[in-house]
């Protein structure tokens, strides 16, 4: 029995994460970090990291950014692995957290998109970009996402610069608005609208041919075989980081 602790329990994706987890015979929630203590809960749950009382094996975050920081810090030391959902950290955050990670002996996860079809997509268009260089992003999501472009088309574009063989002849970097945000040099257009949950497609063009890789996440649902993957596989990673679902497929 491995035994869970949530950051932001009773946010969108941690109540789906609680209830996932409930489903199981081999995990167990045992406390959560929440601004809000007030729903009807058996479990303990805080509002501030210096005032939990709890020991679990994992911490599986879903917060902000700036908050799963300061989470991921007290979590590795003081001997939880760490599982962070959250996106908008940056490489400076990934080096640093996986620094203190190793220090304390510790594994840090962080998982861009627990999807299924989401890892598939990044492989699919990382070995796409070897014979298509010139290669744009575009990833919709809910209304309240507050990151822009999300973690997932963040390391989509790194992998597909990374894969290309050849230079893109598509126009160089502009500052229109329309363009979205340049991510290693490749074009990231983010939209946020009601009735989404999480989609992204990768459109490629070549000489009189063009690719699209797509998938979609109709619901949150859709990120629990991911999440449950990751809590039950995160002591077969090395001690630091591992940026990824792919490394326990």
């Known amino acids: 029995m491995a035994n869970v602790f949530i ?31 007030n729903l009807a809960s058996q479990l303990p749950v805080f509002q501030k990291v210096e005032d939990i009382n709890v020991q679990a094996d994992v ?3 879903f917060t902000i950014a700036s908050v799963a ?3 991921a810090e007290w979590a590795l030391q003081h001997d939880f692995n760490v599982i962070i959902g959250t996106s908008g950290l940056d490489q400076a955050d990934f080096k640093a957290l996986g620094q203190l990670a190793v220090a304390h002996h510790q594994r840090l996860l962080i998982v861009p998109n627990f999807a ?4 598939l997509l990044m492989q699919f268009a990382e070995k796409a970009a070897q014979y ?33 063989q050849k230079s893109p002849i598509a126009p160089e970097e502009t500052s229109q608005p329309a363009r979205g945000e340049w991510v290693d040099d490749v074009p990231v257009h983010a939209l946020r609208l009601p009735g989404y949950v999480a989609q992204e497609e990768v459109l490629f063009g070549g000489q009189g041919e063009s690719l699209s890789i797509k998938q979609v996440s109709f619901d949150r649902s859709s990120f ?21 679902l792919d490394a326990l497929l």
Not at 16 to 33: E, H, M, N, P, S
């Open 132 to 164: 298509f260089p010139d290669a744009e992003v575009v990833e919709a999501h809910h209304a309240d996402k507050v990151d822009s472009p999300s973690g997932t088309a963040r390391a989509t574009a790194q992998l597909i610069s990374a894969a290309r």
């Open 7 to 37: 950051g932001g329990i009773h946010g969108s994706m941690g109540r789906r994460v609680q209830a996932a987890i409930d489903a199981t015979d081999d995990l167990k929630v045992v406390g959560g970090l929440d601004r809000q203590t």
């Open 69 to 71: 920081k300061v989470n």
């Open 116 to 119: 299924i079809s989401a890892v």
């Open 224 to 244: 629990m075989p991911g999440v449950l993957l990751a809590v039950r596989q995160i002591r077969t990673l090395p001690e630091g980081l591992t940026v990824g």
């Open 59 to 61: 911490w599986v975050d």
